[in-house]
């Protein structure tokens, strides 16, 4: 019977609102062969990079873990789960201990993007990576025949203010943040990871807008930045939080380099549009700030 995914559990992270997920083992055979085959005589099971990916419009849980884009969220001899919720044929999902879980112990997780849209919902992705306890033990577990508790709704967010270099940015339809953790995962004698290190952090915002005189003084090529300022705003009801209320999401550098990447497009029947790259020396999250 089809499943379909629920709430996952990623450390003192509960992830809400996933919208897509996907689990990977990554990895190839080891062929033995004789001296001179042409022909596998027998396959060996070799090193296998176990991850999963997920999709959710819950940013505001994301943003809130302390130092999630400069650390990460690192999880040791606790719990990570992916459910997926068995469906019922001719009704909506079974119930009891009739669902699918995969999980795990150890492992690191971390942004890699968040993506806000104007008037769309804000998403933010993510990547888990899964250590084994001593290279040996296999890192995920299958489980069947487990029950599920209920789901929960936290918020929507969608595209705030947006200022670079103090100015204000108008007509903005799109603001992408890139973390940019670079990870080194290691193997020591068996299949499965036992050491995963953050090597380096180059993160980066990318505004789109059709103000294509915004920051005009930057020219075509790079230009200093000094600060960048991206808010995600939280909806409510017909409406939205109000900006004083410390319910929003914001995305910070104090310091950087501009580089105005492209103006597209323009036909009579479209805008142009001028994207903005800005590559800042820290990276600031927070999932609970007034909009100033």
């Known amino acids: 019977m089809p499943n379909a995914l629920s709430d996952a559990t990623l450390g003192s992270l509960t992830l809400l609102q996933v919208t897509g997920a996907d689990f990977s083992a990554n990895g190839d055979p080891i062929p033995g062969v004789t001296t001179s085959g042409i022909d596998v005589a027998e396959y060996f099971g070799g090193p296998v990079d176990l991850r999963a990916s997920f999709t959710t419009e819950d940013i505001a849980s994301v943003c809130a873990v302390s130092n999630i884009a400069t ?5 040791s001899a606790g719990t990570i789960a992916i459910p997926y919720r068995l469906r019922a044929n001719l009704s909506t999902f079974a119930a ?3 669902h699918y879980i995969l999980s795990g112990t ?6 890699t993007s968040f993506n806000i849209p104007s008037g769309g919902s804000a998403t933010a992705s993510l990547e888990c990576i899964f250590v084994s306890s001593d290279g040996a033990t296999v890192p995920v577990a299958v489980n069947v025949s487990q029950a599920l508790g209920s789901e929960a709704f936290n918020a929507i967010h969608t595209l705030g203010p947006v200022s670079i ?3 204000t940015i108008d007509k903005v339809t799109n603001v992408t943040v890139t973390p940019g953790l670079g990870l080194l995962v290691e193997f020591y004698r068996h299949n499965f990871l036992v050491d995963c290190f953050i090597v380096s952090r180059r993160p980066m915002i990318e505004v789109t807008t059709y103000d294509l005189a915004a920051l005009s003084a930057l020219g075509s090529a790079w230009g200093i930045g000094t600060a960048v300022v ?3 705003r939280k ?9 004083a209320t410390a319910e929003h999401c914001s995305f910070t550098f104090a310091d950087g380099i501009i580089k105005p990447v492209m103006i597209s497009g323009g036909a009579a029947s479209t805008h142009a549009s ?7 020396e820290a990276l600031v999250v927070s999932g609970a700030t007034a909009i100033t």
């Open 71 to 75: 650390a990460g969220l690192t999880v």
């Open 96 to 98: 009891g201990s009739s």
């Open 106 to 111: 150890h492992g690191m997780i971390y942004p």
């Open 165 to 167: 270099n103090g100015t």
């Open 230 to 232: 991206a808010y995600a």
């Open 235 to 243: 909806r409510d009801g017909t409406s939205f939080v109000a900006d």
């Open 274 to 280: 001028r994207t903005l790259r800005f590559f800042g």
